[in-house]
């Protein structure tokens, strides 16, 4: 104990100790440098917290920065340097510290070597011929080198080394626990020389302290690299809390959390104030109870499945206001999930729609209003035809009875007239006839026959129907580009309609030695169309808009000719669409028009 008291005193009364030669000098230094270190000529006490940073001018708490991390690690090697050289007279300490790809070794701490050498060696890469430090880290063993200028471990770097009076070099790997190692501890001198015992256990209990130095700083830059990233996270958490929180009190609607167990665990003003309670008494259960009694079983079990399901939530219900006014609400929640699948909370927003609600029900009745009206212009229409059919089918019969000559033949001037009469009274058939029709399509009254049928007997039906008008304005009319075998899914009478329909208009509406050409076309194995083209006067784009508007008619020369009801394109494009199929057309002034009848396929085409 005299000789470990009398170390301790000439280190803190800085007298230059004697070289350590026995094991209890060991034991003395590591005693010492437990309890107060030299540093700037003078002896620094550690503190109760274990550090010696704050006597020394740094307290680690007061920057987070990894700048003075490294700083407080050089200081702390430098003074462990320092302790080491006054109890190795003649010996100058040197700390290198390897760098993350495991080769590379910096400077980091060497108080009394030249900084120009220092500075050389910065950087040094570890290697089988690597100097004392390079070739310990790469044996992961300790390397003595009696003589810099013999040895050719120091080949790269002898004159470096012996122009800065370095005669001797000892390295020792400082290793963690693992092996991995963290830098090296070495020991120069001025003449070539080989260590004693005494100088192997001192350079051994100075690696012990470096990596306990080492492992600590690296310990404290991780932790404040935690618990800064843990302050940012923080940080962003609360201005994420405080944006959430603006964006709920300003958007108009009410925001609310739940828990997993759907217990709410904020609400916004906005939900308070509609309530007229604070925003604690919304919190939990107590939504439900403001929750229209017609309403809670509905909402109570949509809210249920959602918890058990995790799915979002949307129902409308009726909620209590403050005014003790119950409004129609739209409520929807989506759950936000943990990384191991399980409901973290629930996230909603519920709006009034109390308004819209009325809104609606006001569309409701205006609806069935026009259904209403519909059904009723529909029968009206109905009773109407039936009504003016019955009279003009007499007129017809008598009319055809006066011509057959029944009771009396009649003269050439009287034939005339009935027959003119007879025109009439068929005209006015067909135009209560397209009436009736285009009331029941729109009291959706009108049936359908759906068959296979024969492309080449509509077409041919067609032929013959249109020739004698055809004939009256010498009308060309091609067929030839027509498929006769195609068999479409339609009903055949329907279908002749369509067809007579726009035949007709192209008869009606091409002048005279015009031209008249109807083709067939597959557009798919399920779809056929047919197409009939004219050379009249085509139609401009504002009449092409309108040309399937019911009662809609055009004011030309040709139009005024032939004065119809404006239901003949408008039913036809009905019944095609009723059909599976369309009518469309295109057309311009001058150039004729085109119409196209898509449909069907029969399966067997």
């Known amino acids: 104990m005299a000789n470990d008291h ?32 030299p540093f700037a000529d003078r002896v620094v006490p550690r503190r109760p917290s274990g550090s010696f940073f704050a006597e020394l001018g740094d307290d680690p708490a007061a920057d987070d920065s990894e700048a003075v991390s490294r700083a407080m690690l050089r200081e702390a090697l430098d003074a ?11 010996m100058r300490g040197s700390v290198l510290l390897v760098d993350d790809d495991g080769v590379t070794l910096r400077h980091g701490a060497a108080p009394h070597l030249p900084a120009e050498y220092c500075r050389a060696i910065d950087g040094l890469k570890a290697g089988p011929v690597g100097g004392s430090c390079g070739t310990a880290v790469h044996r992961h063993e300790r390397v003595v080198v009696r003589d810099i200028a013999t040895d050719p471990l120091w080949a790269p770097y002898r004159l470096l080394a012996l122009s800065h009076g370095l005669a001797a070099c000892w390295s020792t790997p400082i290793l963690d626990t693992g092996g991995r190692v963290l830098g ?44 800064d990233a843990a302050e940012r996270l923080a940080v962003a958490l609360s201005e994420s809390e405080a944006r959430f929180r603006m964006m709920a009190e300003t958007i108009p609607v009410q925001v609310w959390t739940a828990r997993p167990d759907g217990l709410l665990d904020f609400v916004t003003k906005r939900t308070a104030e509609f309530f007229g309670v604070s925003q604690h008494e919304l919190l939990g259960d107590q939504w439900a109870s403001r929750v229209h009694p017609d309403d809670i079983e509905r909402t109570t079990a949509c809210w249920k499945r959602a918890l058990e399901s995790g799915e979002r939530y949307e129902t409308e219900f009726r909620l209590l206001s403050r ?70 089918n007499a007129i017809g019969g008598y009319v055809q009875l006066m011509i057959d000559g029944i009771p009396t033949p009649a003269t050439d001037a009287q034939l005339n007239f009935l027959q003119r009469i007879q025109r009439s009274q068929q005209h006015l058939l067909t135009l ?40 009256a304005k010498r009308l060309a009319y091609d067929c030839s580009a027509c498929e006769q075998r195609l068999v ?50 085509g139609m401009s784009p504002e009449e092409l808009a309108l040309v399937f508007e019911p009662y809609v008619q055009f004011d030309n020369a040709l139009s005024r000719e032939h004065k119809g009801t404006g239901l003949g394109m408008p039913i036809s494009r009905e019944m095609a669409r009723a059909m599976g199929g369309d009518l469309v057309a295109t057309s311009l002034p001058g150039a004729g028009s085109i119409f196209t009848l898509t449909l069907p396929l029969a399966k067997t085409e």
């Not at 280190?11 to 034991?27: C, K, N, Q, V, W």
């Not at 003395?28 to 440098?33: D, E, F, G």
Request: hydrophobic share 45%; proline share 3%; aromatic share 6%.
């Open 6 to 37: 009398m170390v301790e005193s000439q280190l803190s009364t800085g007298i230059d100790a004697p070289p350590l030669g026995s094991i209890a000098g060991m034991s003395v230094l590591t005693a010492t440098a437990q309890h107060q270190v």
């Open 488 to 537: 479409f899914r339609a009903d055949k009478q329907r279908l002749v309609q369509i067809l007579l329909n726009v035949l007709s208009n192209a008869v009606k509406f091409t002048p005279v030695d015009g031209r008249i050409t109807v083709s067939t076309a597959r557009i798919s194995d399920t779809l056929a169309a047919i197409s009939v083209s004219d050379t009249g006067l």
């Open 184 to 227: 090296t501890f070495a020991m120069y001198y001025g003449e070539p020389k080989l260590p004693t015992a005494a100088d192997l256990q001192l350079a051994e209990t100075a690696t012990l302290l470096a990596k306990n130095a080492i492992k600590r700083a690296r310990a404290t830059t991780t932790l404040r690299a935690r618990t």
């Open 323 to 392: 005014d003790g006014e119950y409004r129609w609400h739209l409520v929807r929640a989506e759950a936000m999930f943990s990384e191991d699948g399980a409901i973290a909370e629930w996230f909603g927003c519920t709006a009034d729609i109390e308004e819209h609600k009325r809104l609606e029900a006001a569309l409701d009745v205006a609806a069935e209003t026009a259904r209403q009206a519909n059904r009723s212009k529909a029968e009206f229409l109905a009773m109407m035809s039936h009504e003016l059919r019955t009279p003009l």
């Open 432 to 471: 209560i006839e397209a009436v009736l029709t285009h009331a029941k399509i729109e009291a959706g009254k009108l049936t359908y026959q759906i068959t296979d049928v024969f492309a080449h007997e509509v077409l041919g039906a067609l032929e013959s129907l249109t020739a004698p008008q055809r004939a």
């Open 80 to 90: 462990l340097i320092l302790l080491i050289e006054r109890v190795a007279p003649g």
